[in-house]
Each structure stands twice: as C-alpha cells, then as structure tokens.
C-alpha cells in the first residue's frame, strides 16, 4: 500500500460573502460564498483570510471545514474560527452578509490511501475540523474510518455527532473530562491503534499531538499523515515564512513552506524536535 | 504601457519585488490568463553562491502597515537555481532579473561569472546588503559592482538595489553609477528589528513615505539615471507617486504577501493609465 503526498489544487482569490454566522461551543462557525474555492476544494485544504483592518499585512489560515451547497448560492466553504488573537476575534465578530478577502483552497491536502484500509483520524480542538471532510472521502473508498476527538473542555470540541455516521467508532477526549475521557491525545493514541488496526493515521492538531501521533504510527508500522500549523504569514508560497524542519525523501535535512510544501506532510519526515 | 530600463522594453513598469514572489511559480494563480508576461518583470529572491536554508521561526512579524521579515535568504544556491528554477521562468514570457547576494567582494564576482554564461536572464539585480562587512558602506556598494560589471558579459545590464537611508542614498548612488551600475533600486526594505532583537527588514506601506523623499531626492539629484522606486507600494496610487517623481519603474513586494493578486491589478491600471 501506498501513500504519497496529496497533489495541490490550483488556488483562486475572491471576494467573498459572509453567508451565515453562529456560536458553536466556544468556536464560531462561518459560512461563506468564496466562488471558485468549494469546486476546488479537498480534504486538508485550507483558505486564507485577510483581515479586514488591511493595516494587518499577514494572511490568517483556516481549515475548510465543510463544503456545502446552499441554495440560490452554489457551494460554499464552512470554517471553524476560535475567537482568540486580532484575526480571529474580527472574523467571529463580522455579521452575515460581511465581504471577506478569501484565498483558496491551498496547500497540499491529505493523501488517500489506494487501497480500502482502515484508517485513523485523530483531532483537537479546531483542527480537527479538516478531519470530517476526510471521513466522508475515505468511507466513499471503502475505508474503516476511526476517529480520536480531541479538545480541552467541551466547548473546545468539534461535535462528533456527525461523523458518527461515516466512522465506525469515535473516542472522545478532554483535557478537563467533562466529556469522555479525561486526558490527552497522547494518552489514547496507543490503545487506538492497537483496537482499529489502523494502516493509515491522519492527524491535526497542536505540535504536541502531531508528534505523539506520528511516533506511535511509526512504532505500529503505519503510514501518518500531519497536518501542521505553524504561522503563514502569506499562506501562498511566496515569502518562505513558514518554516517546517523535515528530512527529504533523500535522507537529507531541509527546510519545507508549511503553506506549500505543506501543511499535510508525512509523520514521519517532520523534524518534530526541531520544531519551535 | 512599455518602458525602458537599462536598455531592455519591459511590458509594464511593474516589476515583483525579490523575495516577494516565491519562485515564480506560486504567483501564477493570481496573474490571469497572461501569466507573469503581464508585468513587467519577475526579481528572484536573493539568490546565493551555496544553499541557504533560511533562518529560525519566526521569519516575518507582523507590524502596523508593516512586515518585520529575518529570512536568512532561503535559496537552492546557484547551481539548483539555475538547473531547477531560471529554465522555468525564462519560458514565462516575463524579463527575470536574478538577484544575487553575497558575503564578500569575491562571492559576487563568482555569482555573475556564473549567471553571465546563463541563458535566460534579462538582469542582475545586486543586493549589496547582504555584505556581511560594511554593507551600509558607500564604498562597499561601490566594489561589489566594480566586481560584479568587471565578470559579466557586455550587455546584460546590472541593477543595484539601495537602502533607502536618506542620510546617504544619494551619496551611494553616486558611487555604484560611478562603477558602473545600469540603473538603481531604492527601495530595499529599512533596517529594523524583531520583538526578539534580531536584526530584520521593514516592508509594508509603514516604509512608503521614507523610500519616496528617497526617490525623489536620488532622481532630482540624478536626472539621466534611471531609477527604480519601491517600499510600501499597494495601490496604482501609490504606484504613481514614484514614478512621478522620476522612476522610470516600480517594485511592488510585501502587498503581494498581503494579496497576491496586487501584481495584476496594479499592472493592467496602470496600463490603462497610458492609453488615456
Ligand atoms: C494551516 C492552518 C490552518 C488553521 N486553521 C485554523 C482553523 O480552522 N481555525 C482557527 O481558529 N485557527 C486556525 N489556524 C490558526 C490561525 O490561522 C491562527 O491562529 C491565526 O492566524 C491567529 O490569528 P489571530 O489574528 O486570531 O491571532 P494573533 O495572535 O493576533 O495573531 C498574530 C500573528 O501570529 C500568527 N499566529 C499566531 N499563532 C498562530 C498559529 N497557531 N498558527 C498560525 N498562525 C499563528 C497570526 O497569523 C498573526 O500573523 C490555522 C493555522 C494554520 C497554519
Ligand atoms: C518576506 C520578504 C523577503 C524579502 N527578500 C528579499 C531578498 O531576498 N532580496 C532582496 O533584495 N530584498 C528582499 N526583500 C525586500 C523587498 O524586495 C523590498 O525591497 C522591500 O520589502 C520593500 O518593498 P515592499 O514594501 O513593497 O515590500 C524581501 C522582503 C520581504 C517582505
Ligand atoms: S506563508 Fe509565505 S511562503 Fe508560506
């Protein structure tokens, strides 16, 4: 079985509308009609946002959480904002029916296996959000999908209700308990493992976890895919600001663009240690 | 609206500022139909005599109407740049101007042996600020392009990009169109420094009111030479305010950062500017 890198899309800018708004948990939920982004659109792509303030140069990513047809609008992009920082808390504040400068979809999204394996996503807090879009993907491949998700509190939890009906079992984790387990990512990933016999693990989430996750896949033999953040302060491939420390298919150590090069990569040619 | 610079006809009088466009490739998105033929000319990030892997993270910072950027030069070295990067944009249809940087006198002298034997380039644009003694130096600027012009072939012309201090612009350009420099580039981002004290460059439309007195101090002082403005451009506006005081063209890099479709669309305004 083989598992490479997702190929990339081509990206358009728009100028796109704020469709529909709404608290969920502690995130907000945003629709937006960005044409050219959904048609383009796959599972670990993200889109970049300006802020509207355009005396913030440097772009914000989001995960393209959903895509959606609307009616009347065609699709649309459905992204999971956390209202914390000057972007984010902008974005969570803007009424339906904002403009919003919208770039996507971008970046090399996750790779699908070729085979119908089982697979294991594993997600916290917002990022999780690609994770859903993937789950419907590989179900439509005829893959067993599990699903670890992951969050501090409740309210910092992407609701699983929805992917129960593409996964076969999901585990809930919080750092607080207050809703399934109480714990960690780390803590879990073992016994996941092990239990969904898993050939392919995709994860999303702080560096912490992606780390945690690509270990354990690589100690039990299977394929990771990492999506990771780090700041892209253009998201586009230009400005070389999104340094990820990786080691070529060579053996060799490089420097990757998050944004482009990125942000999916393979577990297991992340330089986790060396990155900050 | 063509122009002429140093001798070539360049299809506009917008050029992509280095370290602003990526390789070329990821701008292309963003460019329409045209491609990079649209503007009027591509400069490559600064490209060095070995490999650079770029500096730690964070690279760029953001600042009000500002980016902080300490890149560290990521590039492939001459060697890859020229097997793996300058075929593909001398097909583009666009003039490329490769900028060099070096450590010392002697690097750049190396740097435009080897690009003066490369088929495919229109410039060489000099960043003489990566001399890692007396950068700020008049006189250094002055040898780098003695050296520069003394191993290139006749006929490939040389810009020179200059910071646009304003205590000693005019005196630095004397020197390098003294030793020979086809045409100058004020416009370098200003000497600044991150939040953590490492030294970097301020870009963005913080730096336009400072790198225009510079422009038009350099062309009143220099009616015949031919100059290039740049620092802070994201408008057609403000695209005109420098070359109506006297450049003959215009860089434009951190707004494409903040909106990669700014090439484009300064590019065919200021086209229409002319057929008026
Ligand atoms: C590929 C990718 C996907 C993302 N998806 C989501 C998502 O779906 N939902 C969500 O809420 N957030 C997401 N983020 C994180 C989000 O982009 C940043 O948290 C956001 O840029 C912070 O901006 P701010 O203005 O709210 O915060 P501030 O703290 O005000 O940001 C200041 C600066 O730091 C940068 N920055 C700070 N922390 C981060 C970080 N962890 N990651 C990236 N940039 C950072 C910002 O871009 C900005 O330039 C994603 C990040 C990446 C790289
Ligand atoms: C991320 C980034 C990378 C840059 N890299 C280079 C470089 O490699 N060589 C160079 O001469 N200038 C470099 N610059 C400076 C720009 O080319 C430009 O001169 C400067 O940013 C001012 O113009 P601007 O405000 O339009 O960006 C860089 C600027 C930025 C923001
Ligand atoms: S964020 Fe600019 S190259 Fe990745």
Request: neutral net charge; proline residues 7%; charged residues 20%.
């Amino acid at each position: 079985m083989t598992v490479t890198t997702g190929e990339r899309a081509g990206a358009v800018h728009a100028s796109g509308e704020l469709l529909d708004t709404k608290r969920i948990g502690a995130f907000r939920h945003l629709t937006v009609v960005a044409p050219g982004v959904p048609e383009r659109f796959r599972p670990g792509n993200f889109v970049a946002v300006s802020v509207g303030d355009s005396s913030f140069l440097a772009r914000r990513s989001y995960w393209v959480h959903r895509v959606r047809p609307v009616g009347g609008y065609g699709a649309t992009v459905q992204l999971v904002v956390d209202p914390n920082g000057v972007g984010g808390a902008w974005l969570a504040s803007l009424p339906a029916g904002s403009r919003i400068e919208v770039t996507g979809p971008l970046g090399r999204p996750f790779a699908l296996p070729k085979e119908p394996v089982s697979c294991l996503l594993v997600g916290e807090g917002y990022s999780a959000a690609p994770l859903f879009p993937l789950a419907e993907r590989l179900r439509e491949r005829g893959c067993a999908v599990t699903m670890v998700v992951a969050g501090a509190d409740e309210a910092h939890l992407l609701s699983s209700l929805e992917a129960r009906r593409s996964v076969r079992a999901v585990t809930v984790v919080t750092a607080d308990g207050s809703v399934g387990q109480k714990g960690r990512v780390a803590g879990v990933i073992e016994e996941a493992l092990a239990r969904s016999q898993a050939e392919v693990v995709y994860a999303a989430g702080p560096h912490d976890t992606l780390h945690a996750v690509a270990a354990a896949a690589e100690a039990h033999g299977a394929w990771s895919q990492t999506a990771v953040e780090v700041p892209q302060p253009c998201a586009t491939g230009l400005c070389h600001g999104c340094p990820v420390p990786v080691v070529g298919e060579d053996g060799v150590a490089r420097v990757a663009r998050a944004c482009s090069d990125g942000p999916v990569l393979r577990g297991d040619r992340v330089r986790w240690g060396d990155l900050g | 609206m063509t122009v002429e610079l140093a001798g070539l006809t360049l299809a506009s009088p917008l050029l992509v500022a280095s370290g602003c466009g990526g390789t070329g490739r990821e701008l292309v998105p963003y460019l329409g139909e045209q491609g990079l033929a649209a503007l009027g000319g591509f400069v490559t990030r600064s490209i060095t005599l070995d490999a650079r892997a770029g500096g730690p993270a964070p690279r760029l910072v953001e600042t009000p109407s500002g980016l902080l950027h300490a890149t560290g030069l990521p590039n492939p070295g001459i060697d890859l740049f020229l097997a793996t990067e300058l075929p593909w944009l001398a097909r583009q249809d666009t003039r490329v101007v490769v900028s060099v940087a070096g450590r010392t006198i002697g690097e750049y002298a190396e740097l435009a042996r080897r690009l003066g034997r490369s088929p495919g380039l229109a410039a060489i644009e000099v960043n003489v600020d990566a001399l890692e003694t007396g950068s700020g130096e008049p006189f250094q600027a002055g040898s780098v392009v003695a050296a520069v012009k003394r191993d290139l072939p006749r006929g490939l012309p040389v810009l020179v990009k200059i910071r646009p201090d304003l205590v000693r612009v005019v005196e630095t350009v004397r020197v390098v169109l003294e030793a020979g420099a086809d045409a100058v580039v004020v416009g370098t981002a200003q000497p600044a420094a991150l939040p953590d004290g490492r030294p970097a460059g301020l870009s963005g439309p913080a730096v336009r009111p400072l790198a225009l007195r510079c422009v038009t101090e350099v062309c009143a002082a220099f009616p015949d030479a031919q100059v290039v403005g740049g620092g802070g451009i994201a408008t057609a506006a403000d695209a005109r305010s420098f070359l109506a005081a006297g450049a003959v063209a215009v860089q434009v890099g951190a707004a494409l950062l903040h909106d990669p479709t700014t090439a484009a669309r300064l590019a065919a305004d200021l086209t229409q500017e002319t057929v008026r």
